[in-house]
C-alpha cells in the first residue's frame, strides 16, 4: 500500500510565473505582436470591384487600366495626376413658387375666431385710414377759410403778374428768333460787366436827380428786383417788376426812372455779334436817406 505525495507551489514558482508573464506582456507592447481571426476563404466570396461611368469611348481598349467602365476609354483627361472620372452634375431641383392665393387660403379657410380677429384688424385699420383722411380734410378747410391779408394779396398779385410778364417776354423772343442774354449784379464776362455798370451808374444818376417826392414825404423804402430789356440799339424793349417791394409808390418810381434814363448806349461791337437783346436784372434799393441805388 503507497501513500500519494502532493507537490507544492513555492514562493520561487510565484515568482517564476510573474516574471514570464510580465516578459511576454513587454514584447507585445514593444515589438508590435497582434493577432488577427483569419478570414474564412472557403465561403466563396470575391472582393468587390468599383466600376466608373464614362461618357466617351475609343475603339482601342487601354494597356493599362486605371477604373473599369462600361466602354473603353483612352486619353480621357487633360490633367497630370489620376483623378476619379466623374458624372456631370444634375440640376439642382427648383421648388414651385406657390401661388399668391394658394399662400392666403389658409387665411381664408381659418377658424371663425381666426376670421373675427382678421375683420376686426381690417377695421381698425380703416377707421384709423378715415379719421387721419378727416383730419387732412378738415385742416384743408381751415386753410381756406383763412383769408389772406392786404400785403399777402399784393406779393402775390404782382407775383401773377411778374410771371406773366415774363412768359410774355420769352414768347416774344422766342417767336422773333431774337439771341437774348440775362446778366446780372454776378455777371464777370468783361464785356457784359463792363456795360452794366454803365448802364448802372446812369441809372442812379437819373433816379437820384429825380427821385419821388412822395417817397420823400412819407419816408418810404424798401427793395425790389426788376428786369430791363434793352434793344441793341440802346432803347428800352420791356421792363418786368420780378419782386415788388410791397409799395407801388416806389415800384412805379422804378419803372419811370428807367423810362427817363433811356435810351442808353448801343451795344458794343463784341456784344451785338453774340446777342441782339440784353436783360438785366437788378435789385433797386430806396434808402432812408431818400437814395436809389442799385446791386
Known amino acids: 500500500m503507497s501513500v500519494a505525495q502532493t507537490t507544492q507551489v513555492t514562493p520561487d514558482d510565484r515568482l517564476g510565473m510573474t516574471l514570464l508573464f510580465a516578459v511576454i506582456l513587454h514584447a507585445i507592447v514593444i515589438l508590435g505582436i497582434t493577432f488577427t481571426v483569419l478570414k474564412d476563404k472557403s465561403s466563396g466570396k470575391s472582393p468587390p470591384l468599383e466600376i ?10 487601354p494597356v493599362k487600366e486605371d477604373y473599369l467602365a462600361q466602354v473603353n476609354q483612352i486619353g480621357g483627361g487633360n490633367t497630370k495626376n489620376k483623378l476619379r472620372p466623374t458624372s456631370p452634375t444634375a440640376k439642382p431641383f427648383t421648388a414651385p413658387v406657390p401661388d399668391r392665393a394658394e399662400a392666403f387660403r389658409p387665411a381664408m379657410q381659418a377658424t371663425p375666431r381666426k376670421q ?12 384709423s385710414y378715415d379719421i387721419n383722411t378727416r383730419i387732412k380734410e378738415k ?15 399784393i406779393s402775390s398779385s404782382m407775383e401773377v403778374a411778374s410771371l406773366n410778364a415774363e412768359m410774355n417776354e420769352r414768347q416774344q423772343m422766342h417767336s422773333s428768333n431774337l439771341r437774348s442774354k440775362r446778366i446780372a ?11 452794366m455798370e ?14 419821388p417826392e412822395a417817397a420823400k414825404q412819407r419816408n418810404l423804402t424798401g427793395n425790389l428786383l426788376m428786369d430791363v430789356v434793352l434793344n441793341a440799339n440802346g432803347t428800352v424793349n420791356n421792363i418786368t417788376l420780378r419782386r415788388s417791394s410791397g409799395n407801388k409808390i416806389l415800384d412805379d418810381a422804378a419803372i419811370r426812372i428807367v ?8 451795344f458794343p461791337d463784341n456784344i451785338r455779334k453774340d446777342v441782339d437783346v440784353l436783360v438785366i436784372s437788378r435789385t433797386w434799393q430806396f434808402l432812408d436817406n431818400n437814395s436809389l441805388r442799385s446791386r
Open 139 to 153: 385742416n384743408q378747410q381751415v386753410e381756406k377759410k383763412r383769408l389772406p391779408n392786404a400785403r399777402e394779396l
Open 116 to 127: 373675427q380677429l382678421i375683420k376686426n384688424t381690417l377695421t381698425t385699420k380703416r377707421d
Open 185 to 195: 449784379a454776378n455777371t464777370r464776362e468783361y464785356k457784359y460787366a463792363s456795360y
Open 198 to 211: 454803365a448802364w448802372r451808374a446812369k441809372v442812379e444818376r437819373i433816379g437820384n436827380i429825380n427821385y
Open 259 to 266: 423810362r427817363l434814363a433811356a435810351p442808353f448806349a448801343p
Open 52 to 61: 466608373t461611368l464614362v461618357h466617351s469611348k475609343s475603339e482601342q481598349a
